[in-house]
Nanobody
Framework: QVQLVESGGGLVQPGGALSLSCAASGTILVMHVMAWYRQVPGKQRELVASTNAGGITDIPDSVKGRFTISRDDAQNTIYLQMNSLKSEDTAVYYC??????????????WGQGTLVTVSS
């Protein structure tokens, strides 16, 4: 099995910065894509940033220039650096990971979510 452990999150003032991390562990053969999504009540979960095994990142316009995703392949860990935070960034942030387990099964798993609140 593969597990994700998220850390970071919390309360920050508008204009502030926050960092999230997500570490994957378990029976990982290949890690393809790791990503951060966020969700607010009543809305669909949306992509915040993703990175694949080749180091290619995908960051939507809504957070481009403010959010940065990085990846430590050796540790199967991704980091999300969030700068210039706005109130509309308030959400539960979820880590997602896709890849292959050592038994060649595909995994597509989610973390438990971490709350980010941007408020004065």
């Amino acid at each position: 099995q593969v597990q994700l452990v998220e850390s970071g999150g919390g309360l920050v003032q508008p204009g502030g910065a926050l960092s999230l991390s997500c570490a994957a562990s378990g029976t990982i053969l290949v890690m393809h894509v790791m990503a951060w999504y966020r969700q607010v009540p009543g809305k669909q979960r949306e992509l915040v940033a993703s990175t694949n095994a080749g180091g290619i990142t995908d960051i939507p316009d809504s957070v481009k220039g403010r959010f940065t995703i990085s990846r430590d392949d050796a540790q199967n860990t991704i980091y999300l650096q969030m700068n210039s935070l706005k109130s509309e960034d308030t959400a539960v942030y979820y880590c997602n990971a896709k890849g292959y387990e050592t038994n060649y099964d595909i995994f597509d798993i989610w973390g438990q979510g971490t709350l980010v609140t941007v408020s004065s």
